[in-house]
């Protein structure tokens, strides 16, 4: 496998760096100090390709805690909140869009 | 039922303990994702969007009430108490985690469960018509072959690393129920003009990126070749096959370049070679097989009791559903009953763990132990005595799965889509719990006839849109999720791939694209009972384009 720092990685706009939880598959999102977390508020914040490999090279080191993390794009509301950027992780950040079955 | 004996449990016990310590190493960082990933995918586990998926096999589609019961239990110790029924007689729970994972495996284990060949490059669960054993055309139980060939592709250590997955599926039915002509191999049990049974072997099937119809490459096979003649098309397969480009590896891609002829007469020669070996089925060994499969011990009734009748008398409701989902049995005074998993505004093929959990008491009570699964997501009671319909009915009715649409425009086949599954472009569940809420009036849905809307959110096609006579594929644009409409498709014995009806339609205009589809039919049917399927059979897409995109 390549490792990510030769991975071609373009940019439009800011980025973060999310993975599946190792035990339970939850989504969680790499923060600055080099941890994990599931709050997408305390996700390390990209804006350079750069930065971007940086955050990705570490997570990808850390496969104990985490699964396949990848790079993924963020909106921000006009009060500075992150948002996640798409609608793929929009619904990994709340949850399926249907009533579950079972609840 | 089937009886498995000693060798299954062992084998089902080993995986268990093995993957136990799998898990086990993966945890502590002995072995990274990608040494772990192959063998988490051997024993049915996947990642998904929001946690780990499980699917576990339902061989042929048979489940006894047991298993059920352990199904109830796992979606509601390990799950987040419910399961989904795919389209390949597979229960999938969405919410495991993976250091339960092996307990639950266990307790599977336990009533002789287990997710081995689910995913993967190998032969996976053989699959057959849900009405197998009980359905009034068919020539013989077509689970028998089935079972023959799960013992035969377990664990094959030749096939076990194919350049592909591979499909096979078998209807011994006049009608087939199994979609047979979509599948790798597809197996047509019929008697020739002497009166013997065998099998059409049909090749090259499948949906995905490109779909084509199954192709016939031996009429008719005597049954003592079964296996030998699977192991050569394996055998072909596993030594043309591509390896280096994954959207060129599948079978049904081999088969299309070298052409049917060509690829049957690699077969006849690798056949040759091993027929008369030891995969040559012995007529002892497959009466042992045969008796392994046990049937109700069936009263001597007669059709037609005066309970049914006063039943149908009595209530509209019972009658609509009687006509609806309850279909003639081999055996007089007998009924097989579809239980559909399809309520207005619910995921297809969705069912809770107390819905479970009663089903298997129902099956007790009314359908000799046993539960089938079919691959349009519903479920099968397959030996109810006719007199105790109407109870029956009532105890469906109150665990929500008598909604009476079964083969209607409600009756709708959808993949996970966007909202669990991490290939997906678009969402697929809403759009079927909308549609189901737009077709609501199931005076309207008979009106219409069969018809069936199958929904997948990207061009893998779990959901299998390109038989639906409707078919919808979620693309994404730009970042949004569109929709791509074909009609005509279908997934029985005439089998075609749907034709594309024009450009994608966002989101939002799905639904309303559909209803515009069923509003063309209603103008341009011949006849009341002119099919949806016969009309576009007769009449192409273009009218239906003409109507459907006059106003776009
Ligand atoms: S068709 Fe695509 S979106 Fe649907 S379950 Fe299969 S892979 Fe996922």
Known sequence: MTSPLQQKLKINGPVMVTANRLGDGAVIYRTAAGEWTTEIAAAAIATTADHAKTLLAAATADYVRAVDPYVAPVEFTADRRVLPGNLREKIRFAGPTIALPGA | ?552
């Not at chain 2, 049917?260 to 056949?271: P, S, Y």
């Not at chain 2, 089903?359 to 519903?378: F, K, M, W």
């Not at chain 2, 970042?479 to 009609?487: A, D, K, M, S």
């Open chain 2, 1 to 552: 039922m089937y009886l498995y004996d000693d060798f299954d449990k062992t084998l089902v016990d080993e995986r268990v303990n093995e993957f136990r310590d799998q898990v086990k190493r993966r945890l502590s960082g002995e072995l990274t994702e990608e040494e772990f990933k192959s063998l988490r995918l051997m024993n049915g586990v996947y990642l998904q969007l929001h946690a780990y998926m499980l699917r576990i096999a339902i061989p042929y589609g048979t489940l006894s009430s047991e298993q059920m019961r352990m199904l109830a239990h796992v979606a509601r110790r390990y799950d987040r108490n419910y399961g989904h029924f795919t389209t390949r007689q597979n229960i999938q729970f969405n919410w495991i985690k993976l250091d339960e994972l092996p307990d639950a495996m266990a307790d599977l284990a336990s009533v002789k469960m287990h997710a081995m060949q689910t995913s993967g490059n190998c032969i996976r669960n053989i699959t057959t018509d849900q009405w197998a054993g009980v359905a009034p055309d068919e020539i013989e139980d077509a689970r028998v072959w089935g079972e023959i060939l799960r013992q035969w592709s377990t664990l094959h250590p030749e096939f076990s690393f194919l350049p592909r997955k591979f499909k096979i599926a078998i209807t011994a039915a006049s009608h087939d129920r199994a979609a047979v002509k979509v599948h790798d191999i597809g197996l047509r049990l019929h008697k020739n003009g002497a009166g013997e049974a065998g099998f059409e072997v049909m090749v090259g099937g499948g949906l995905g990126r490109t779909a084509f119809i199954g192709k016939t490459i031996r009429p008719f096979l005597p049954k003592r070749d079964l296996l030998s003649y699977v192991e050569a098309i394996l055998r072909v397969y596993n030594q043309f096959g591509r390896r280096d480009n994954i959207y060129k590896a599948r079978i049904k891609i081999l088969v299309h370049e070298i052409g049917a002829e060509a690829f049957g007469r690699e077969v006849e020669a690798e056949w040759e070679k091993i027929k008369d070996g030891a995969l040559a089925l012995d007529p002892k060994a497959i009466a042992e097989i045969a008796s392994r499969f046990r049937y109700p011990d069936y009263e001597r009734l007669a059709d037609e009791p005066a309970e049914l009748k006063a039943g149908l008398a009595a209530d509209a409701r019972f009658d609509t559903w009687f006509k609806n989902s309850v279909w003639r049995h081999k055996v007089p005074g007998y009924a097989i009953v579809t239980l559909s998993l399809k309520p207005e505004g619910g995921p297809p093929g969705d069912a809770t763990a107390e819905q479970m959990d009663a089903i298997a008491d129902l099956a007790d009570r009314y359908s000799a132990n046993e539960i089938r699964v079919g691959h349009e997501q519903n479920l099968v009671l397959p030996h109810v005595r006719q007199r105790d319909l109407p109870e029956l009915w009532r105890a469906l009715d109150s665990i929500g799965v008598a909604t009476p649409n079964v083969n209607l425009v409600s009756d709708i086949i959808s993949c996970p889509g966007l909202d669990y599954c991490a290939l997906a472009n678009t969402r697929s569940i809403p759009v079927a719990q909308e549609l189901t809420r737009r077709f609501r009036d199931l005076d309207l849905a008979r009106g219409l006839g069969r018809l069936h809307i199958n929904i997948s959110g990207c061009i893998n096609a779990c959901g299998h849109h390109h038989v639906g006579h409707i078919g919808i594929l979620g693309v994404e644009k730009n970042g949004e999720e569109y929709f791509q409409l074909t009609i005509g498709g279908r997934a029985d014995e005439k089998a075609e791939v749907g034709a594309l009806l024009g450009p994608a339609v966002p989101y939002d205009d799905v639904v309303d694209t559909v209803e515009d589809i069923v509003a063309a039919y209603l103008e341009l049917r011949e006849r009341p009972d002119e099919l949806f399927i016969d009309t576009v059979k007769r009449i192409g897409v273009e009218p239906f384009q003409e109507r459907v995109y006059a106003t776009r």
